[in-house]
């Protein structure tokens, strides 16, 4: 996107109250005359965004194996066969990226270790030359020396590395190895070799997977930005997996004030920024414990569906989302949760551009879109919050009121 992001950009309207957006803007996202945007008004404004029916990111799933066996892993409860995707699965993909107009982002990730893949570089360089901009999600462990200097050449645009600890004791508590020292070193040598070859700065992300365990971890954490060159940090919250991992979570109140912030008869309070310190700590933890609404998050929000995104897993089902990607059980207030994957359809079978225009998706898209769900994420109190077959508002399979992704409790890069 050559667009800046965040910057203000100038719109008018015309004789016939017809809006007119600049002509880069209609380039990027490959608007033409006759074309419906979406529209929704927020407490900051108007959001404008493309159309429904335009796919503006694909998430590639490379691998769901892993060279890790992290205490929060979907696999400490998963069932599902383990695999690498093939080149020919692979090349369905760039045959769709290389027939669209505009071009898309696409993201390296999902459930497994990307650099586990013996041909990621050349799917990152294949990749690049079609895609708006290319990012991979890594635990960082397999970023050797040749690794590293492939990733650049191929013309990767952002590496994130997930970092659950800023210690060597911490990170290994939570990812099972003793690899800490080691990552922070590939860290180091993948923004210097940038540097060398590009002689800019390399676009590092870190994910930080907040829980009981390590919460206190994060400042820490966010210093060694300037010691290995993150240039960006995601938090994110735990989704439990196991029982175990139940006494981790950290959003209890956040999804009590989700909640509140639902309730029409709750007081809204609009907070400015203030700084959390000494003088402060007490009044606001005091206001945010009684007055929930004071605190305003996302919610009721799907952000793949904002983001125009499909998930392409291993072997090559297509997916709305990177929760709906594979079937797994978690805990939601302690209680199991099954989800049950959607798979639209494969791309080895039929192309991916059918499946996303498919009219069964496109409803769901809309549905999500206006989320009509009943509020299973602060509510389940009842057995239909306990899988996503259906709810009490008459949605049936997939039903995404229990989605913590989408009252933006957990988040993904």
Excluded at 81 to 107: C, D, Y
Excluded at 117 to 146: F, K
Excluded at 164 to 183: K, M, N, T
Excluded at 290 to 299: D, L, Q, S
């Amino acid at each position: 996107m050559n667009t800046p992001t965040g910057v203000p950009q100038p719109a008018s309207l015309d004789s016939q109250n017809h809006l007119v957006l600049p002509p880069e803007i209609l380039q990027d996202f490959g608007l033409e005359p006759g074309a419906e945007l979406s529209l929704r008004i927020t407490p900051e404004g108007v959001v404008l965004r493309p159309p429904l029916s335009q796919l503006r990111k694909v998430y590639i799933e490379p691998t769901s194996r892993c060279n890790f066996s992290c205490r929060t892993c979907i696999r400490n409860a998963w069932g599902e066969t383990q695999g690498a995707m093939s080149a020919e699965t692979f090349e369905h993909i760039l045959n769709v990226l290389n027939g669209l107009k505009t071009r898309p982002s696409v993201f390296f990730g999902g459930f497994g270790e990307p650099l586990t893949h013996p041909q990621i570089v050349e799917m990152v360089r294949e990749t690049a030359t079609l895609a708006s901009r290319v990012e991979l999600i890594t635990n960082g462990a397999l970023l050797s020396a040749e690794l590293t200097r492939g990733l650049i050449e191929a013309g990767l645009d952002t590496l994130w590395v997930s970092l659950d600890g800023a210690s060597a004791e911490s990170f290994a508590d939570v990812r099972q190895s003793e690899s800490f020292r080691e990552i922070l070193g590939n860290i180091t040598r993948y923004r210097e070799l940038y540097r060398q070859l590009h002689g800019g700065t390399a676009d590092i992300g870190a994910v930080f997977v907040a829980m009981k365990r390590n919460i206190d971890e994060l400042p820490k954490l966010l210093d060694l930005s300037s010691r290995v060159g993150i240039s960006r940090y995601m938090v994110t919250n735990i989704l439990p997996y196991t029982p175990e991992m139940c006494d981790e979570v950290l959003y209890h109140r956040s999804i009590e004030r989700v909640a509140w912030q639902a309730s029409p008869w709750h007081p809204r309070v609009n907070m400015p920024e203030i700084d959390l310190n000494q003088t402060t700590r007490e009044a606001l933890f005091s206001a945010w414990a009684t007055r929930p609404g004071v605190m305003f998050k996302r919610h009721d929000r799907c952000p793949f569906v904002e983001q125009r995104s499909v998930s392409v897993s291993w072997d090559g089902y297509v997916s709305p989302c990177l929760a709906l990607l594979h079937s797994h059980e978690s805990y939601l207030f302690d209680k199991k949760r099954t989800v049950s994957h959607w798979r639209i359809g494969n791309i080895n079978e039929t192309p991916l551009t059918e499946l996303w225009n498919l009219p069964e998706y496109q409803r769901f898209r809309e549905r999500v879109e206006i989320f009509d769900f009943s509020p299973c994420a602060y509510c389940s109190s009842c057995e239909m919050a306990e899988a996503n077959q259906e709810d009490c508002f008459g949605n049936t399979f997939p039903a995404c009121g229990g989605c913590l992704w989408a009252q933006g409790i957990i988040q993904c890069p």
